[in-house]
């Protein structure tokens, strides 16, 4: 079950090199895992409000094709519920029919104290 | 009293017409205040931990000259108290003798319960 | 004649005082400009391919209320032709009622070479 | 040879769990690498000036620990030459004793027009 989000490339976001900078994509990435989340039912910020959080523990994007400012990109990710205490979420950013990077971040529940802990049971419950 | 902090155009701070991108002042202002406070003996970070937070209730700039990725600049910076609870920064940014930008932020104290506060004494002592 | 724009908060955006940084809105601001142009029937992306940028000159933000992580608000931007070669739009930053923040940003327009030049008389005609 | 660069954490580098957002050890990563071909000699605008450009094509970045506000960290750096055309930097970033993040990111040489080419001859002579 794939969920997908669409952001619209920045100004602020482009850099010399005329495209995206490399570096944007990695806040679209956290974008697109809130909004899967919600589309599951469940808000990040009610998530941390109850006691979890979910900081990233691993990030690696794959970047293929560039993209330009006013671009609009489609994030479409996949979530995947590794450990009783991470998620995985493999994302897709495409342009139209071409695929511009791929990529997979991990998080790791903990607590409000920092502390690691298990996943909710009702988050694991809707993510499988 | 000013207090000169320099800082280097990142790469990612430079935006599609190949100069720094006018968000990325705003960023460096911070900086500089923070250098500015650190210089007068005290730590931002400590400040914070002591009570006092300092959010930013006004941001003027202008921009005269561009700045280019990997350029250093000068932040030149004045302080000045302007209330029992508000202090404000006037910063010059400049690239050698070249004048790029003016700036005027104004911060004003509150706790950690985000409630107006005065400043603490010892720091206007500092400051005048 | 406002435009209203809508910006979603995110976490990228928030600082440790768990409230959004001031330097987003300057980024949201610039997304309101691009996106009232694009209303009022101009692509900024075109306006660049077309020979005329508008960098930013001038930048000013009063912060009211802060806004946090996931909020949404609405960004509601009158613009106005200062003159010959300047426009300045000046947005308001609304949460539900709440006034988060006021701002006038001012552009001016350069041809592909930086060299300042007149605004095209097409896009004042829409503007006026 | 390992290289190391200091970064201190800015302000409007941390988020809401009051930490440096995972999105900043990429622009820091970047910073790295500029300033590590610098040392070698060679200035990376100067390489771009010269018809050089090095997107990234990877990003690779494990959090081990976190960093807060005005922390103070040394980003170790080893470069290495993986093919005529991409280059990788490992990267630790290390508070004091501390391991906070491992990172491998890999660019790839492009012309000005954009097509992948050769590294220049005398980089990868620096390099090796």
Chains 1, 2, 3, 4 share one sequence.
């Not at 010399?16 to 956290?30: D, G, K, M, R, T």
Request: hydrophobic residues 45%; contains cysteine; proline residues 3%.
């Amino acid at each position: 079950m794939a969920h997908t989000h669409q952001i619209r490339v920045r100004y602020a976001e482009t850099d010399a090199q005329q495209v995206a900078h490399h570096s944007a994509y990695v806040v679209w990435l956290e974008e697109a895992r809130i909004e899967a989340l919600r589309t599951l039912g469940r808000s990040y910020r009610q998530l941390e409000a109850d006691g979890t959080l979910l900081p990233v523990i691993a990030v690696n994007v794959r970047y293929r094709q560039a993209l330009r400012f006013d671009d609009v990109a489609d994030l479409v990710t996949e979530v995947s519920v590794d450990s009783p205490s991470r998620i995985s979420f493999a994302t897709a950013v495409c342009h139209g029919e071409t695929l511009c990077a791929e990529a997979t971040v991990t998080v790791a529940a903990v607590g409000a104290d920092g502390r690691p802990k298990r996943l909710p049971a009702d988050l694991v419950a809707l993510l499988d």
